[in-house]
């Protein structure tokens, strides 16, 4: 079992519509959770992070945390065409100790 | 204030050359982390630095890859010997304290012919 798994892709959804993430991670001593964003050819930059169990709201994206199910997902409200990126959950716990594990990604496409 | 930098942007070297890629942090960021990122797939971890010393190497794949932050600041990842394997963009990250939120620079692309 990996690390850290992502659904690779690619999501499609309309323009305005809401896109979901979904990121799982084994290490149940997992303390840190990040969403990335990646466009083609750039480095990573951060969107969100979470550290309690629950919703973190910022402006259209939403991280949702579930400890118990070792669950973290990104929801984008009203995606953009610009939305389109490759998406990492990125872990950081005591097992993994200060460095990051990342997901594969996923490839988000929001058609016009 | 300026973000984390890399140099070079791109690299093309021969198999079994010697290659150094650098890394500038933000200022004032303790944590440094090198990542190898391969088509299509995630950021893979390889060193940690806290301050001048690196506390958490076991990324790095064998004993051709090695790093140094001498000053605490700069860092510089070092590959002997140079594989076609080794080929894929290499990622600098900078945080102000181990376990905090990572901040990128743009990479450097290695292409090993």
């Known amino acids: 079992q990996k690390e850290v798994e992502q659904n690779s892709g690619p999501l499609s959804v309309p323009e305005g519509a809401i896109a979901s993430l979904n990121c799982t991670y084994s290490d149940r001593g997992s303390q840190s959770f990040f969403w990335y964003r990646q466009y083609s050819g750039k480095s990573p930059e951060l969107i969100m992070f979470i550290y309690s169990n629950g919703d973190k709201e910022d402006g259209r994206f939403t991280a949702q945390l579930n400890k118990a199910s070792q669950y973290v997902s990104l929801l984008i409200r009203d995606s953009q065409p610009s939305d389109s990126a490759t998406y990492l959950c990125a872990v950081n716990g005591k097992n993994y100790g200060q460095n990051f594990v990342f997901g594969p990604g996923t490839r988000l496409s929001v058609l016009p | 204030g300026a973000g984390v930098s890399q140099t070079p942007s791109n690299k093309v070297t021969e198999k079994g050359k010697y290659v150094e890629l650098r890394c500038d942090p933000i200022s004032g960021h303790t944590a440094l982390y090198w990542y190898r990122q391969s088509l299509g797939q995630g950021p893979e971890f390889l060193i940690y630095f806290q301050g001048t010393g690196a506390a958490d190497d076991s990324g790095l794949p064998n004993d051709r890859f090695f790093a140094v932050r001498p000053e605490g600041s700069v860092s510089t990842l070092k590959i002997q010997r140079t594989e076609r394997g080794d080929s894929a963009v290499y990622l600098c990250?900078?945080?102000?304290?181990?376990?905090?939120?990572?901040?990128f620079g743009p990479g450097t692309r290695l292409t090993v012919l």
């Open positions: 990250a900078s945080s102000l304290l181990g376990g905090d939120t990572q901040y």
